[in-house]
């Protein structure tokens, strides 16, 4: 600094001195003021003090031009600020860099386009893709759908009543039970009376023996019919059993679509349970995001702290140069007294300055360590966050494997391009600004230089001429020792021309000062643009990275649409091969009614003959001994018909009960596939919903992501559909847990998020479920 103001001084004196040498030469002594103020005075020192008052005059020409080089200058670091902040350029003299940056801008703008152009070529290719998807095809499906469903309504309701006829047929079977236990108690009482008349006649005897052998005849009738009754009730029993073989056989290929039907609404509820996870996700991206630049502004800093240290040495080296130019200025100048009193003041003022440094050196200890300190608490913080960001990555593979899914993933497919390409627009904005902003830079920064290197001559040439005035004043002092009063005034005239040099060495210095911050700054800004580049070049593959996350993502959204569209005609399939079965046992059904209507009808006659035959016993009082074992006979026989009515009353019972399970089960999978098929439609119906609004809706972009404003009644609606998603996701995520021992393993995990379990709750758990 003191270097170069000396040159400064050398400079001014020098053209000092060549302005007074051309004046004294060309001034004669004709044109010296005779009648002045300055007549009295010799021609040298009129001479000199015309050429004061010119100098007088120039002054605030001087001073003018002065702060209009100053003003320029501020123009000038406000364009470095900008050069440094948005490109790699440094100095002003770096102009192949900046030329080479903005090729390198238009390259990865044109790069950029060239992306965007084949995006929107395949999302075109994707929309007609959908297009092509017939919706009457959708219509047909759902409406084989709702007969089938309308079918198995009208088979509940014959079940109901074939229900109801068996227990009024059960009713029937009780009654006639009675009606046989009172007949059969007839025949003893008949017994007594006999043992108690022992008087037979012959022609009684012949009566009872007539009569006894029409009733042999009518016993081996009532036994045939009886027999004839065995066989058909053994028809019916191998019919029931065949039946009940039937349906528990169907009982597997319908629970073949009841699986498929919970797979689907299990895939539809981790596919919410995914998109929560995939938004918890992004936020802890944007997270990792703001402690990554956190880290940047921190290592920004330390550069700063740094560079900050590395200026206050150079102060310090400076300050110790001040110094021993002072202690050469007072060996110099110990005539002058005021000279004294201002080194004096510039002691003061170094002292506080190295008080105010080794105060500033101070708080930048403080800073480092508060910036150490927050340093580890974010590295604490980094890892916490690592931690949940690898179990939630472990979930979100998880789910991943199960979702088959193909809307949602589209509707985001569509919005992320839209975004991209918003963005990408954002971008190619910038940078044509930019590089107007830079053309702009470019032309005053070499107005500025142009300036600045003829203010640094102008001053050369004044410490030149005021050297030269120095040296003549000595000169002028020597010769004219006898004109004391004209001394006094050149040495006030000398006197303010120091004045005058200080405060242009002062200028001097600040202008230096200035011009050292200007390029510190611009060397931060530098930096900054380097980071800047890097994070273009991270943002670029990160782009295409997610390009070609969507394309995979796209193939196998339709991989999984064709899958859907198989399951589907499967499913439908299934469930008219369950309505045939339906029917069939329906008619089954029917035919064991029938069957039981006619049994009922058989039992009905032998009530009657029985009644008619108990009415002969009572004629028949008078009967022998022989007619009693014919009695004892009948009797046995009643036990035998009773004990086997009894036994097929209780398999009757039986099939009812089973034929009671088989209709609970079939609602059972019934209510399944209508919960199903309104899940699925829910979902058909939303996805329809869904593309629509995407193509309407027009997102406004910001620098993170776009985000849609809604009315508060649709985000309630819409808060209250995700709770109900959430509470259907864990709902079957804790069945299929309980159900699915073989898949127990995997569900563990998800388990354990969605409850917030410990590692004790989780044995107690799985010792419980063993």
Known sequence: ??????????????????????????????????????????????????????????????????????????????????????????????????????????????????????????????SQDLAKVDPQELETVKKELEKSVAEVEDAKKEVGTLTQEISTQNQLIES??????????????????????????????????????????????????????????????????????SETQSEAPASEPSQTAKDITEAITLRVKLDTLQADYDKLKVDYESLATTKEELAKLKIAIKTKDEELENVR???????ND??????????????????????????????????????????????????????????????????????ISYLENQVKEYGAKESDYKNEIELQKKGNSTIAKRLESQNKETEKWRNESKKNNGNLENYIKENGKLSERLEVLQEKLETLQNLKSNSNDQVETIKKQCEELSFRLKDANKKIISLEDELNENA?????????????????????????????????????????????????????????????????????????NHDQLIKIEQYSAEVEELKSTFERMKRSNSVSQEDTTELDTIVKSLREALAKSEKKQREIMNTNVELKE????????????????????????????????????????????????????????????????????????????????????????????????????????LLSLK
Request: proline share 3%.
């Open 520 to 592: 510190n700054f611009l060397q931060e800004r530098n930096r900054e643009s380097t980071t800047m580049r890097k994070m273009l070049n991270e943002l670029q593959s990160d782009r295409s990275n997610r390009l070609k996350e969507l394309e995979s993502k796209l193939e196998y959204a339709l991989e999984e649409k064709s899958k859907v569209e198989n399951d589907m005609q499967m499913e439908l399939t299934k469930e008219s091969q369950d309505l045939k079965q339906l029917k069939q046992k329906y008619s089954q059904l029917q035919s064991v």
């Open 1 to 126: 600094m003191f270097k170069q103001l000396s040159q400064i001084g050398k400079n001014l004196t020098d053209e000092l001195a060549k302005g007074l040498n051309e004046e004294l030469s060309g001034i004669n002594t004709e044109q010296l003021d005779q009648n002045g103020p300055y007549a009295d005075l010799p021609g040298d020192v009129q001479i000199k003090l015309r050429k004061f008052e010119k100098y007088e005059q120039k002054y605030p020409l001087l001073l003018q031009a002065y702060k209009n080089e100053k003003l320029k200058t501020e123009k000038v670091e406000q364009l470095q600020k900008v050069l440094s902040e948005c490109t790699p350029v440094s100095d002003l003299s770096d102009v192949e860099s900046l030329q080479s940056y903005f090729g390198n801008v238009n390259q990865k703008i044109d790069i950029l386009n060239g992306e965007v152009k084949r995006l929107t070529v395949e999302n075109s290719k994707l």
């Open 317 to 323: 080296d400076m300050l110790r140069n001040v110094g």
């Open 176 to 245: 006639f039970k009675s009606k046989i236990q009172e007949l059969a108690s007839a025949p003893i009482s008949a017994e007594n009376a006999t043992t108690q008349s022992q008087e037979p006649t012959e022609p009684a005897q012949a009566n009872a023996s007539q009569s006894s052998g029409s009733s042999k005849k009518k016993n081996q009738k009532k036994k045939k019919a009886k027999n004839s009754n065995n066989n058909d009730n053994s028809q019916n029993q191998s019919n029931i059993s065949n039946a009940v073989t």
């Open 662 to 765: 088989l209709n609970n089960d079939l609602n059972r999978k019934f209510d399944r596939l209508s919960k199903n098929y309104k899940n699925l439609s829910l979902q058909m119906s939303k996805n329809k919903d869904l593309t629509p609004k995407s193509a309407r809706t027009s997102p406004h972009p910001t620098r993170s992501s776009s985000f849609v404003q809604e009315t508060p009644n649709s985000a309630a609606s819409s808060t209250q559909s995700e709770v109900d998603e959430k509470i259907a996701y864990i709902r079957n995520v804790l069945l299929g847990f309980l159900e699915q021992k073989e898949q127990r393993d995997q569900l563990l995990p998800v388990v354990t998020t969605l409850l917030q379990l410990d590692s004790k709750d989780e044995k107690r758990l």
């Open 326 to 395: 002072l202690v050469d200025a007072q060996d110099k100048l110990k005539s002058n007294r005021e000279v004294a009193s201002e080194v004096n003041n510039l002691k003061l003022e170094l002292e506080s300055l190295r008080s105010n440094n080794s105060d500033n050196l101070k708080s930048y200890e403080l800073k480092q360590s508060e910036l150490n300190n927050e340093i580890g608490s974010l590295k604490k913080t980094e890892s916490s966050l690592r931690q949940t960001i690898t179990q939630k990555e472990k979930i």
